[in-house]
């Protein structure tokens, strides 16, 4: 079993910055992919940034350019730098970790954006 914990949400002015952390532990194999998604109020969960263990990225249109997904292997840790947030950037992030088909989830840290 795995465990994700985040942490770094908070309340943010419009153009501010933060850094979202997750930490995973428990029974962790290699060749995993560690992603960001989040969920608006009122929306479906959609995805941020994902970063496979060899640190291949992938982003949403709408986080290109403002955001950066990285990872420590050596502390199974993902990170997401977060730039120039704006309003439409309000939502529950979550952390997810996928290894063959497997997805494990943590229970979110809430990020908002004050306009």
């Known amino acids: 079993q795995v465990q994700l914990v985040e942490s770094g949400g908070g309340l943010v002015q419009a153009g501010g910055s933060l850094r979202l952390s997750c930490a995973a532990s428990?029974?962790?194999?290699?060749?995993?992919?560690m992603a960001w998604y989040r969920q608006a109020p009122g929306k479906q969960r959609e995805l941020v940034a994902a970063?496979?263990?060899?640190?291949?990225?992938n982003y949403a249109d709408f986080v290109k350019g403002r955001f950066t997904i990285s990872r420590d292997n050596a502390k199974n840790t993902v990170y997401l730098q977060m730039n120039s947030l704006k309003p439409e950037d309000t939502g529950v992030y979550y952390c997810?970790?996928?290894?063959?088909?497997?997805?494990?989830w943590g229970k979110g840290t809430l990020v908002t954006v004050s306009s």
């Open positions: 428990g029974t962790i194999f290699s060749g995993n992919t």
């Open positions: 970063i496979t263990s060899g640190s291949s990225t």
């Open positions: 997810n970790l996928e290894w063959l088909n497997i997805r494990f």
